[in-house]
């Protein structure tokens, strides 16, 4: 069992696209869940929180939700990437990505469709 930290693109203009994003998140950590670790993912925890408070909780501010996520990764084992559309654009999985090489954590890249044959944690 691990601690994962399960990082994945969100931020966009599109509603539609934060939604699908989101659902994919969350499809993720169930499935690593299921397979018995600890996953925190701040997409699936701050997407809902920053919808049912648009006007507390600012949606697109990246030092805000550093704040929040670099927390969290630092008390995990490790960082997994989901490897939606973006990943390798997004500001957010860079900078968790540097943050988890930096603390000496192992990175795993895993993608969408195929979580619980690309993942061997």
């Given at each position: 069992?691990?601690?994962?930290?399960?990082?994945?693109?969100?931020?966009?203009?599109?509603?539609?696209?934060?939604?699908?994003?989101?659902?994919?998140?969350?499809?993720?950590?169930?499935?690593?869940?299921?397979?018995?670790?600890?996953?925190?993912?701040?997409?699936?925890?701050?997407?809902?929180?920053?919808?049912?408070?648009?006007?507390?909780?600012?949606?697109?501010?990246?030092?805000?939700?550093?704040?929040?996520?670099?927390?969290?990764?630092?008390h995990s084992d490790k960082?997994?990437v989901l490897k939606l559309?973006?990943?390798?654009?997004?500001?957010?999985?860079?900078?968790?990505?540097?943050?988890?090489?930096?603390?000496?954590?192992?990175?795993?890249?895993?993608?969408?469709?195929?979580?619980?044959?690309?993942?061997?944690?």
């Open positions: 069992m691990s601690i994962i930290y399960l990082a994945s693109p969100y931020t966009s203009d599109d509603v539609t696209v934060l939604n699908d994003r989101a659902e994919k998140a969350a499809e993720a950590a169930a499935v690593l869940m299921s397979l018995g670790h600890i996953v925190f993912s701040p997409i699936v925890h701050g997407h809902p929180i920053a919808q049912a408070c648009p006007g507390l909780i600012p949606l697109k501010d990246h030092a805000f939700w550093m704040k929040q996520c670099t927390y969290w990764l630092h960082l997994a559309e973006g990943w390798q654009e997004s500001k957010g999985v860079r900078h968790e990505i540097e943050v988890a090489r930096d603390t000496g954590k192992e990175v795993i890249y895993i993608d969408h469709g195929n979580i619980a044959e690309t993942i061997n944690v």
